[in-house]
């Protein structure tokens, strides 16, 4: 079955320090992955896309990497801040045309100051 | 929040009512979707449209359905509401299908 697995739940990070978030899909052909955050009581924010054939994607502190062999998409928030403590959530286009974004579980980040 | 609003914001119904809920738009996006959000499952797509009476079903659409009557609006009934529809619902509009997606504020809803 199809399974999207982000592998922490929760992340504390010291202040000022690179955060690394994992992203995980199995049977999955995806084309697209996303990035989101979300606050609590607040939707999703859009955040990065990267395409099936793009290694790297930059913006700003954060970094994206997407390696379709080994299924893994990793997020990095570099020289992070308290105000970057949210929960980060990817997710998947399949390149099988069903127009469907799937979501993993998502990862609860603390910034420790 | 991108144009895009959600009404009611709460909602706490008993069981076997019927409840909707409204999402509507201003940015003219042609994709919208209805999602729920529980602990320990993350974000599920309950129905999506893709145009003006164009819609499919998600991943957990028993029990619900949707209608879109116009661009702007797309609403999600749940027929007889049940507890296990307790959640909180997010409402999301794109571009294109590959697009990053806007989300609403969400409606929070208790099913008693």
């Known amino acids: 079955s199809q399974k999207i697995e982000q592998n922490s739940e929760a992340l504390n990070i010291q202040e000022g320090k690179t955060a690394t978030l994992t992203c995980n899909y199995t049977n999955y052909s995806p084309a697209y992955l996303q990035w989101y955050r979300q606050d609590p009581g607040r939707g999703p924010v859009f955040l990065l896309l990267i395409r099936e054939n793009e290694k790297e994607k930059r913006k700003e502190r954060l970094k994206v990497t997407f390696d379709t062999t080994l299924k893994q998409s990793l997020f990095h928030i570099t020289a992070s801040q308290p105000a970057d403590s949210a929960t980060y959530l990817c997710?998947?286009?399949?390149?099988?045309?069903?127009?469907?974004?799937?979501f993993g579980t998502g990862t609860r980040l603390t910034i420790i100051p | 929040d991108a144009g895009i609003t959600q009404s009611p914001r709460h909602k706490v119904t008993e069981t076997g009512t019927p409840v909707t809920l409204r999402c509507h738009q201003t940015?003219?996006?042609?994709?919208m979707y209805w999602y729920r959000q529980d602990p320990g499952h993350g974000l599920r797509l309950i129905h999506y449209?893709?145009?003006?009476?164009?819609?499919d079903k998600g991943e957990v659409s028993d029990g619900y359905s949707v209608s879109r009557s116009k661009t702007e609006d797309f609403l999600l009934t749940l027929e007889s509401a049940t507890s296990s529809q307790t959640s909180v619902y997010f409402c999301a509009i794109s571009g294109t299908a590959y697009n990053e997606q806007f989300f609403g504020p969400g409606t929070r809803l208790t099913v008693l």
């Open positions: 997710a998947l286009v399949s390149n099988f045309g069903n127009e469907k974004l799937t």
């Open positions: 449209s893709y145009g003006v009476k164009d819609t």
């Open positions: 940015e003219n996006h042609r994709y």
